[in-house]
């Protein structure tokens, strides 16, 4: 099968559901001529024209307003912004209007939008270029969060949430734009709400969110030459969370592992991790465990920033130790 | 009555004057103190007031309240609780007709406190350098919640809209006909393309912020809101212009006052009796059910 770079999926998705669906237009800065500075939307503009691929100033809540109202009024919008750490611009128009007014409305106004955005540390972009704010958006009812872990998952889920006629946030994470993986041509929806079993293991579950998916592979391949045998589970979207796959996972193994790159405290780690405590107590023979970024904005220099993110070989390090009966986290 | 309430009274020709030159297909956006707006777009008394005490035959099933009555089926968009919330809304609205290729025009109503949201100036930018059909109408009453709107806006609220080349109108906002007048042709205007506008409207609220501001003498005198009742009042001095110009009566004008008032009596009755929605709803709505 062909293999193709994140870029390249997102950009077809967004292409192929533009043919199908006049009523889709991409809305940010820089998405026209200029492809985003990561380069994912070039060639779209001369495609459908700067009608439907719409350069805005540099204004993130106003466009994310605009989007908000031509979601309610027929269209359904793709907005780009161009990094994650913007989300805390647009959080009245994406968390006060988006997320709230189809309930406000009593089910008769809808929100079709697709905000698609960024995560991701260590591209030495210092604090306000780095963040993983996906836990803030999780936590707002009304939004759905997809985290693709491949250039696959990112066509897929991408494509789903373009049709979903929710407000859907996808993070991408903006390490992983070129590197590739395998991606069918044509058609391709994958699913909300269900989870992907990335590998099968008895001994224990690692479950990773976008780019620390590949960490929890990496560590499960060191770890099977120890003789430990883990199951990497990458729940794809969060909102809705697929806890069936997890709890059955946890249950088999009963220990585990949550990693993700949002801050560990009051992050997606610990929603899960307290979901297994509560659904799968009694299955467990060892805590669940919390890895996500270091609970400190993220340093510039290279020499701290890369201590923040968790790294295969610090799972691998936690997996011994609760193998071992070893308590972790106790501070 | 549940909650804050935010009393339109007193800017009633501001809602109806621009809303008689709109088409059922055209779009709102309304505010916190949205009553007016949503009654002069055509809503239903029985449908406003369920929503207003919470019942499931409110037009959002009880879930929106005053502050978030929206009648999509009358092209209201929805009141909104943010301050200047909505003027990304209504601009998308406007991007959706023209993008689309519809002529409805969309209104965006708001009011003197929300001229100090920046995301006011980012879409006016927006909607200028695109050319969209929408029409910014400032409600200015003078009082950004409890405080003198000239102690929170330094220079022309117009000149702010011009500064993007979008032409802007002052109007005075107690006159239905002056107020009608305007609309009329920004209105056909915008259907022409040549939106966006801006109208200020001279207005005046007669109650406090809202209803439990009652003891407000610290920031707004009470000769100067009996003067407005007397002299400013839209209503009554449209009555009068009706009779003065022989189109009317005093008897028609008293009948017209007492069927209204009686409707809404009828209305209230009825919301009074209506069911609560069930509490099986509570967690109804939160997404779309995508089949």
């Keep these: 099968m062909r293999e193709i770079t994140l870029s390249t999926a997102v950009n077809e998705a967004i292409a192929e559901e533009m043919r199908r669906d006049e009523t889709i237009f991409l809305i940010g800065e820089d998405v026209a001529e ?60 994406l968390c006060n209007q988006a997320a709230k007014t189809h309930y406000m409305s009593g089910g008769k106004l809808n929100v079709p939008l697709v905000l698609r955005t ?55 994470d903006k390490l992983m734009y070129q590197d590739k993986a395998e991606v069918p041509e044509g058609e391709l929806l994958i699913p909300f709400g269900v989870a992907n079993v990335k590998r099968e293991g008895s001994d224990i579950t690692l479950v990773g969110t976008s780019s620390m998916v590949q960490v929890a592979e990496k560590a499960a391949e060191i770890l099977a030459a120890e003789g430990i045998s883990a199951e990497v589970i990458d729940p794809r979207t969060i909102v809705p969370l697929d806890m069936d796959t997890i709890n059955n996972s946890v249950r088999k193994t009963s220990r585990c592992i949550v990693i ?34 270091m609970d400190v904005p993220i340093p510039f220099s290279p020499a701290l920033e890369d201590i923040t993110v968790p790294t295969p070989e610090g799972v691998v390090a936690v997996a011994r130790r609760l193998m071992a009966g070893e308590m972790i986290n106790v501070s | 009555m549940p909650g804050l309430t935010h009393m339109y009274s007193g800017e009633e020709a501001v809602a109806v004057g621009i809303c008689e ?42 879930k ?28 998308g609205s406007a991007l959706s007709a023209k993008r689309l290729g519809r002529d409805d025009v969309t209104v965006c109503f708001f009011g003197d406190g929300a001229t100090a949201q920046g995301l006011m100036y980012e879409v006016m930018n927006m909607a200028a350098l695109w050319t969209l059909p929408v029409i910014y109408a400032c409600e200015n009453n003078g009082y950004s919640e409890y405080t003198r709107t000239d102690e929170i806006a330094a220079g022309s609220i117009t000149a702010r809209a011009e500064a993007f080349g979008i032409e802007a109108f002052k109007v005075d906002g ?62 009554k001095n449209f009555g009068k212009w009706l009779t003065d110009e022989g189109l009317s009566t005093q008897e028609d004008l008293e009948a017209i ?30 997404f779309v059910e995508t089949a």
């Design chain 2, 64 to 91: 929106g309240g005053s502050m978030h009555i929206a009648d999509q089926s009358n092209g209201n968009l929805g009141a909104n609780a943010i301050v200047g919330g909505s003027m990304g809304i209504a601009t």
């Design chain 2, 21 to 62: 030159a709109l088409k059922v297909t055209d779009k709102i956006t309304s505010t916190h103190r949205g009553h007016g707006h949503c009654v002069a777009k055509g809503a239903d008394f029985k449908q406003m007031f369920c929503e207003l005490l919470g019942k499931e035959e409110g037009y959002c099933r009880g």
């Design chain 2, 257 to 286: 006052q007492a069927e209204i008032k009686a409707d809404a009596a009828t209305a209230v009755a009825y919301a009074l009796e209506a069911k609560y929605p069930d509490a099986t709803e509570v967690d109804m709505h939160v």
């Design chain 2, 174 to 235: 107690q006159d239905v006909l002056a107020v009608n007048d305007l609309a009329q042709k920004l209105v056909a205007r915008c259907r022409k393309g040549e939106g966006p506008f801006f109208i200020e409207l001279e207005t005046y609220r007669y109650h406090g912020h809202h209803v439990g501001d009652i003891n407000r003498e610290y920031y707004r005198a009470k000769d100067e809101e009996k003067q407005w009742h007397e002299t400013r009042d839209p209503i």
């Design chain 1, 260 to 293: 993700d790159e949002g801050h560990q405290s009051f992050g997606i780690t610990s929603e899960i991790a307290s979901r297994i405590m509560e659904q799968s107590f009694y299955h467990l023979d060892g805590p669940v465990i919390r890895m996500g970024a």
């Design chain 1, 118 to 172: 960024n995560m991701g540390a260590t591209r030495r972009s210092a604090a306000q270029h780095s963040q993983s704010l996906h836990a803030i958006v999780a936590h707002i009812p009304g939004l759905k969060v997809a985290m693709p872990s491949s250039a696959l998952e990112a066509k897929g889920l991408l494509k789903t949430a373009i049709r979903d006629n929710n407000p859907v946030v996808i993070f991408e």
């Design chain 1, 34 to 93: 200029a492809g985003t500075p990561f380069k994912i939307t070039s060639g779209l503009v001369e495609e459908f024209g700067t009608d439907r691929v719409i350069d805005t100033p540099i204004a993130e809540p106003g466009f994310m307003g605009i989007a908000v109202g031509a979601a309610m009024t027929g269209s359904r919008p793709i907005v780009d912004l161009m990094f994650g750490d913007f989300i805390f611009l647009i959080m009245d128009q």
